[in-house]
Each structure stands twice: as structure tokens, then as C-alpha cells.
């Protein structure tokens, strides 16, 4: 009897000493009654919603809170930074590549677009740009060799202006060297669970 009273009285001495412990580790030593927390979790009393977030940049004990307004309404052109109307988006047309052979569907196939007018194969590697006025999509070495000679449309013969060619941007891989120009420029706020 004895050694189990001696058992009781030492597991009760480590459980106040470790409850002193938790009380200077959690600084939560008193609830709004000046007792003694009894609670062990640092998520009780509504204390999950006072605790950062330290996987969050934005949560962490020292970042300084950013007030984020409301989005602009307005939607901007990526190029020139204006904003854009419907009227000024143009209608693109892609030529289609013919080979009767492949029965495979649109999306599957690896070469789906070419020029109009050279026959050669779009892809990401290729510089393109479209023909403002019928919204034809032809390569830029078309644009160099034919249509900057004697500025007429190829396809159509119509005649063109500077104005009339818009080179499209070509678009970004998982590689950091072919993205030109990254960089950050607004903090955006962080969905959280």
C-alpha cells in the first residue's frame, strides 16, 4: 500500500511540475476565471483562431499585415496593359492540318496547326502572328519574306498596315530559362483551410 501511495504521490508531482512547464511554455496560465488552465491543447478556449499559421508567409508572427482592396473590374490586356474592349478581340482562324491518313481526334494529335501559306507546323517553338483583318494565323518568317515586301494579305491580296500584323507571345514551360522577364509584383492573398 505503501509503494502504491508513494506511485500516486510521484506521478502527481511530475503531472504539477509538467503543468507549471506548460503554463510558462503556453503563456495561457490563467482562463478568465484566474484558475489554473487545466487544459493541455494550445487550440482550446477559442485559441485556434489567435495562433499563426507559420506555413503561411503572410501568417507569421512578424510579417506586417497588408490591407488587399477590391479587385479591379476592369479586364487588361496582357501586352499593352489597356484595357480591352469586345470589339477590339479579334476572331482567330487556325488551318487545320489535312492528313487523311490519321484518324486520331483533335486533341490527340501532336502537329494539329499549320500556315496558311507555307504548310509548316505551329507549335510552341515557331514565332506566329495573326493577321488583324481576317484573324489568319501565319509564321513570322511569312510575315518577313511575303507580306513586309509589298504589304498585301497572301491569302486574300488585300492590303495591310503595320498595325495589321500582331506577333503572338509564345507561351510559357516548366523551364525558368525560356520565361523571360518573371517577377512578383503583388503579394496575393492565400487560401486557407
Known sequence: ??????????????????????????????DSNDQPSTSVSNLANGKNKELPSFWVPSQLPDAKISKVGKPDPTVYCPISGKPLKIKDL????????????????????????????????????????????TGHVVTMEVVDKIIKKDWLHPLTG???????????????????LTNQNLEGKNERPVLQA
Request: overall charge positive.
Open 1 to 30: 500500500m505503501e509503494k502504491k501511495e508513494l506511485a500516486n504521490a510521484e506521478k502527481e508531482a511530475n503531472l504539477i511540475k509538467f503543468m507549471s512547464r506548460e503554463k510558462n511554455i503556453s503563456n495561457a496560465g490563467k
Open 158 to 176: 488585300e492590303k495591310l498596315k503595320e498595325k495589321d500584323i500582331i506577333p503572338l507571345q509564345r507561351g510559357g514551360t516548366g523551364y525558368a
Open 90 to 133: 479579334i476572331p482567330v482562324q487556325w488551318t487545320l492540318v489535312n492528313d487523311p491518313d490519321d484518324k486520331k481526334s483533335l486533341i490527340a494529335k501532336e502537329n494539329r496547326y499549320m500556315c496558311p501559306v507555307t504548310h509548316d507546323i505551329l507549335s510552341n517553338a515557331v514565332p506566329c502572328a495573326i493577321i488583324r483583318t
